[in-house]
């Protein structure tokens, strides 16, 4: 038995609304799940919230999701910041909690960073899955009830530590490349420790092209491992 904690691409209603190209935007409140150095690339103080009800009418289970972060700014010495997600049903649940920190490399104008800024950032991660077997249902046929299933000998939840570094470079006062590589440690989230349990690791390129106030372009390139 293994799950995958809840994947960096199911956050806010701007990066859904591109179509998940933003690696290479990552200027707002939802900048840490997708890119942690876009927290460095502007300077006020985010709070973002949302949730998702699955599978509306659907009997015998309740599935969705919830998020939050928090984003602010240190002075010209770093922005930081702090998101939770998590998907749940009534037997089974994914959480994640990361804490970001990045750095921008250009708040002088008269520096060449200064006409194009770099945003260099990395965030900190606990995934867990868990099963909750008190709703679990009981195969009749099967001589082994659920509680006592060897599946579940060393519990019945997972945590593990990873990492994410992003980089986010306006190289134009429209153009921006963008780069940030996900769950780079890989931890096993498997109950029983199989192979299969361990987490991908995603990376990612992107771009955007601002072509004016009210037309963003936006693409990402992505690789799993």
Same mark, same amino acid.
């Given at each position: 038995v293994w799950g995958v904690a809840v994947a960096d691409d199911f956050t806010g209603a701007r990066p859904l609304g591109m179509g998940r190209t933003f690696v290479g935007v990552a200027d707002d409140g939802y900048s840490l799940d997708w890119n942690p150095a876009g927290i460095a690339s502007f300077q006020f103080l985010t709070v973002t919230g949302g949730f998702n009800k699955f599978f509306m009418g659907l009997d015998n289970d309740n599935i969705g999701m919830g998020s939050f972060s928090f984003i602010n700014q240190f002075r010209d010495l770093m922005g930081y910041g702090i998101s939770w997600r998590t998907l749940f049903s009534d037997v089974y649940s994914e959480n994640q909690i990361k804490l970001g920190l990045a750095h921008r490399f250009g708040w002088k104008p008269t520096t060449f960073f200064g006409s194009?800024?770099?945003?260099?950032?990395?965030?900190?991660?606990?995934?867990?899955?868990?099963?909750?077997?008190?709703?679990?249902? $009981?195969?009749? #046929?099967? %001589?082994? $009830?659920?509680? #006592?299933? %060897?599946?579940?000998?060393?519990?019945?939840?997972?945590?593990?530590?990873?990492?994410?570094?992003?980089?986010?470079?306006r190289l134009s006062s429209k153009f921006v490349a963008g780069f940030s590589a996900s769950n780079i440690l890989q931890p096993n989230l498997s109950i029983q420790n199989t192979e299969e349990g361990k987490e991908s690791m995603q990376i990612r390129f992107g771009a955007s092209y601002a072509y004016d106030r009210n037309l963003l372009i936006a693409s990402d390139l992505r690789y799993f491992k």
């Amino acid at each position: 038995v293994w799950g995958v904690a809840v994947a960096d691409d199911f956050t806010g209603a701007r990066p859904l609304g591109m179509g998940r190209t933003f690696v290479g935007v990552a200027d707002d409140g939802y900048s840490l799940d997708w890119n942690p150095a876009g927290i460095a690339s502007f300077q006020f103080l985010t709070v973002t919230g949302g949730f998702n009800k699955f599978f509306m009418g659907l009997d015998n289970d309740n599935i969705g999701m919830g998020s939050f972060s928090f984003i602010n700014q240190f002075r010209d010495l770093m922005g930081y910041g702090i998101s939770w997600r998590t998907l749940f049903s009534d037997v089974y649940s994914e959480n994640q909690i990361k804490l970001g920190l990045a750095h921008r490399f250009g708040w002088k104008p008269t520096t060449f960073f200064g006409s194009h800024p770099l945003c260099v950032g990395v965030a900190f991660r606990m995934n867990s899955v868990g099963y909750n077997t008190n709703n679990f249902v $009981s195969n009749p #046929d099967e %001589p082994t $009830s659920i509680n #006592d299933d %060897p599946v579940f000998l060393d519990g019945t939840s997972k945590w593990g530590f990873s990492m994410d570094v992003g980089m986010l470079w306006r190289l134009s006062s429209k153009f921006v490349a963008g780069f940030s590589a996900s769950n780079i440690l890989q931890p096993n989230l498997s109950i029983q420790n199989t192979e299969e349990g361990k987490e991908s690791m995603q990376i990612r390129f992107g771009a955007s092209y601002a072509y004016d106030r009210n037309l963003l372009i936006a693409s990402d390139l992505r690789y799993f491992k």
